[in-house]
């Protein structure tokens, strides 16, 4: 069954019949909303979210916003889990995604949470039920 005849067959079954002229409006409504979507750039949004979905890479992300400031790579291996190359591993890939940013201070590199990040962990905050 193609995707138009689907379509044909939710609307009859939503509004108790459907010609094609009903499908081919509904049609050039859902291009409008696709087409809405094409000033957002998707790729970099799922890069984004991506690096938020897992759990060291959200720690860190999530410590770095209550900190409020910049914390030296060394810092986190008390925190977290894992080995010191992951947590390099994992500020890279948050650094690439601009949810954190790096500073190197003599031999040290310190990071803190980029803006974006700060305005998703407060989305995500307001998001929950209490």
């Known amino acids: 069954m193609s995707s138009t005849e689907r379509l044909q067959r939710y609307l009859a079954d939503d509004r108790g019949g459907c010609g094609e002229e009903a499908v081919a409006a509904r049609l050039a409504e859902l291009e409008e909303l696709d087409?809405?979507?094409g000033d957002i750039n998707l790729e970099e949004d799922v890069a984004l979210v991506s690096a938020l979905a897992n759990e060291t890479r959200y720690r860190?992300?999530?410590i770095l916003h209550i900190a409020d400031?910049?914390?030296c790579v060394c810092e986190f291996a008390p925190l977290l889990d894992v080995s010191d190359s992951a947590i390099?591993?994992?500020l890279s890939q948050l650094t690439e995604a601009g949810l954190v940013k790096r500073r190197k201070d003599g031999k040290w590199r310190k990071y803190r949470a980029t803006s974006r990040a700060?305005?998703?962990?407060?989305?995500?905050?307001g998001s929950r039920k209490l």
């Open 88 to 90: 390099s591993h994992a």
């Open 60 to 62: 860190i992300v999530r």
């Open 118 to 125: 700060n305005a998703l962990l407060v989305a995500l905050d």
């Open 35 to 37: 087409a809405a979507t």
């Open 69 to 71: 400031d910049e914390l």
